[in-house]
């Protein structure tokens, strides 16, 4: 073997044995991941509450049967809400409309959009905290030496020195606040999530508000108007009685009030008739100038007979913004482990393996390798500034186990709400049904004495006003009855899918 051959196999022996140093360097490296625990109390979830329902009354049923529309309604206890719970109202058309919602609507892009952002971020910080970093790079760096200035003779020389090497970089979680750092922004993104189911719940609740709204006010304003015709038709009697000397002026002047008062009433009625189309477009993702929106009656509406009714220890573990509140809570606790985790040493690691020659051409050659190793501990001895960290994490621990506190009594309330809501609603309906039905059975008494001659006319304009009145308030009563149900929907979480 020559002595080029010799020096060859040499260097190659050297290049070997100094990767072999770094790889046993990165073993140990990571090994040492093994080896961290994790300060700071882990995460539980609060206990749920501990009580057997929402009022001090139980509720039983609470329908009636008015005119079919409706039914008896009953709870049902632990019952799963379906997760289209907007399908039990029976319209194929409100079905439809909330897809295209879903599809469509700013408001659930920008919750979908700021999911993804959290999600992102956790990705982003759980590769940089998690595994080491690993950077190429390669320098040319001309240099100038000038033996003067080491005492020496001799004449200043020019060279340029090529680097071309890997580097590794890790910080050794020792205490674990890269874990707890993680933790809290999993527990972000988690939040996000539960933010997006409510926003997604509280918009096919307001879409079905705003149908069902935009229904009543349709009928209403119908029956208005008819209200509005017989008033007209019976003004114009009295005063052709009046100018037949068989009425009093003061007649025409009281009609006329009565039919000016409800004639002032339908402008009022087409305004939120217009201003929840306004509404419902937006809703939907449209402009308000939007006329391709479907038209609703609430005959088309069906009154679930069973409405679903959990227990709150279940409430707190399916409403988005309880879920999301303890998503908060699990992030603060996180957080104030991270703030006592820099307390502790910090312990960072880094290798890198180069070649470095005065020629290009001889990079990755024999003999060219260099590497080193470096390990670094610091500990905190005088820093106030982590200490008051430490206190703030704490407090803000605090304000949001404040803060689920107050969402859950909130969620309590609003179930309660709307348990009494649907109660009293009910006995309402009811009242209006009957009223209704009377206030019907009268008009057609008059009609009957109006064909036999025993009634007059303006007997039946004014029975067929106080119909139009009675069915007025009924149309109300019916539409509260619907957005009751929608309203315990929503209060349940929605559904599950």
């Given at each position: 073997?020559?002595?080029?051959?010799?020096?060859?196999s040499?260097?190659?022996?050297?290049?070997k044995?100094d990767?072999?140093?770094?790889?046993?360097?990165?073993a140990?490296i990571l090994?040492?991941?093994l080896?961290?625990?994790?300060?700071?109390?882990?995460?539980k979830?609060?206990a749920?509450?501990?009580?057997?329902?929402?009022?001090?009354?139980?509720?039983?049923?609470?329908?009636?049967?008015?005119?079919?529309?409706?039914?008896?309604?009953?709870?049902?206890i632990?019952?799963?809400?379906?997760?289209?719970w907007?399908?039990d109202?029976?319209?194929?058309k409100?079905?439809?409309?909330?897809?295209?919602?879903f599809q469509a609507s700013?408001?659930?892009?920008?919750?979908?959009?700021t999911?993804?952002?959290a999600?992102?971020?956790?990705?982003a910080?759980?590769?940089?905290?998690?595994?080491?970093?690993?950077?190429?790079?390669?320098?040319?760096?001309?240099?100038?030496?000038?033996?003067?200035?080491?005492?020496?003779?001799?004449?200043?020389?020019?060279f340029?020195l090529?680097?071309?090497?890997?580097?590794?970089?890790?910080?050794?979680d020792?205490?674990?606040?890269?874990r707890r750092?993680?933790?809290a922004?999993?527990?972000?993104?988690?939040?996000?999530?539960?933010?997006l189911?409510?926003t997604?719940?509280?918009?096919?609740?307001?879409?079905?508000?705003?149908?069902?709204?935009?229904a009543k006010?349709?009928?209403q304003?119908?029956?208005?108007?008819?209200?509005?015709?017989a008033q007209d038709e019976?003004?114009h009697?009295t005063?052709e009685?009046?100018?037949?000397?068989q009425?009093?002026?003061d007649?025409?002047?009281a009609?006329?009030t009565?039919?000016?008062?409800?004639?002032?009433?339908?402008?009022?009625?087409?305004?939120?008739?217009?201003?929840?189309?306004?509404?419902l477009?937006t809703?939907?993702?449209?402009?308000?100038?939007?006329?391709?929106?479907?038209?609703?009656?609430?005959?088309?509406?069906t009154?679930p007979?069973?409405?679903?009714?959990?227990?709150?220890?279940?409430?707190?573990?399916?409403r988005?913004?309880?879920?999301?509140?303890?998503?908060l809570?699990?992030a603060a606790?996180?957080?104030?482990?991270?703030?006592?985790?820099?307390?502790?040493?910090?312990l960072?690691?880094?290798?890198?393996l180069a070649?470095q020659?005065l020629i290009?051409?001889a990079?990755?050659?024999?003999?060219?390798?260099?590497?080193?190793?470096?390990?670094?501990l610091?500990q905190?001895?005088?820093?106030?500034?982590?200490?008051?960290?430490?206190?703030?994490a704490?407090?803000?621990?605090?304000?949001?186990?404040?803060?689920?506190q107050?969402?859950?009594?909130?969620?309590?309330r609003?179930?309660?709400?709307?348990?009494?809501?649907l109660?009293?609603?009910?006995?309402?309906?009811?009242?209006?049904?009957?009223?209704d039905?009377?206030?019907?059975?009268?008009?057609?008494?008059?009609q009957?004495?109006?064909?036999?001659g025993a009634?007059?006319?303006?007997?039946?304009?004014?029975?067929?006003q106080?119909?139009?009145?009675?069915?007025?308030?009924l149309i109300?009563?019916?539409?509260?009855?619907?957005?009751?149900?929608?309203?315990?929907?929503?209060?349940?979480g929605?559904?599950?899918?």
């Open positions: 073997m020559g002595s080029a051959e010799v020096m060859h040499h260097g190659t022996d050297r290049a044995t990767h072999t140093h770094v790889l046993a360097s990165t140990l090994a040492g991941l080896t961290g625990c994790t300060v700071g109390p882990d995460f979830p609060p749920a509450p501990d009580m057997p329902g929402y009022t001090a009354v139980p509720l039983g049923t609470i329908g009636i049967r008015t005119h079919g529309f409706g039914g008896w309604q009953h709870f049902r632990g019952a799963n809400v379906s997760a289209q907007w399908r109202l029976g319209s194929s409100l079905n439809a409309l909330i897809e295209q919602a700013p408001t659930l892009v920008s919750a979908q959009s999911l993804r952002q999600q992102e971020i956790y990705a910080q759980e590769g940089a905290m998690t595994y080491p970093q690993v950077d190429a790079g390669f320098s040319a760096q001309p240099q100038r030496f000038n033996p003067i200035v080491l005492g020496q003779d001799g004449k200043a020389r020019e340029t090529f680097n071309a090497g890997v580097n590794v970089h890790y910080q050794l020792l205490a674990g606040g890269n750092a993680l933790e922004l999993a527990a972000r993104a988690e939040y996000r999530h539960h933010e189911e409510g997604r719940l509280t918009l096919a609740g307001n879409i079905v508000t705003a149908v069902v709204t935009q006010l349709v009928a304003i119908q029956s208005t108007e008819a209200i509005l015709r019976q003004l009697i005063q009685r009046v100018r037949l000397g009425g009093a002026p007649e025409i002047l009609l006329q009565q039919v000016e008062q409800v004639r002032a009433g339908l402008p009022l009625l087409r305004k939120q008739c217009q201003q929840n189309e306004h509404l477009a809703l939907t993702g449209r402009a308000p100038e939007d006329g391709s929106l479907p038209t609703f009656t609430l005959e088309e509406f009154l007979s069973a409405l679903p009714l959990v227990v709150p220890s279940e409430l707190v573990r399916r988005p913004d309880i879920l999301g509140a303890e998503a809570l699990h606790n996180a957080e104030y482990g991270s703030a006592i985790a820099r307390l502790y040493p910090q960072n690691l880094s290798g890198s070649t020659t290009a051409g990079l990755f050659g024999p003999g060219s390798a260099i590497w080193n190793v470096l390990g670094q610091t905190p001895l005088f820093n106030p500034a982590l200490p008051a960290e430490k206190h703030a704490l407090a803000a621990f605090d304000a949001a186990a404040a803060n689920y107050s969402v859950v009594l909130e969620s309590l609003n179930v309660a709400d709307v348990l009494r809501a109660e009293n609603d009910a006995q309402a309906l009811a009242a209006l049904a009957a009223a039905a009377a206030a019907q059975g009268s008009l057609q008494s008059v009957r004495q109006y064909a036999l009634a007059s006319y303006v007997q039946q304009l004014i029975a067929q106080a119909a139009q009145q009675t069915r007025i308030n109300a009563a019916q539409a509260q009855r619907l957005v009751d149900s929608a309203a315990l929907y929503q209060a349940m929605g559904g599950i899918s």
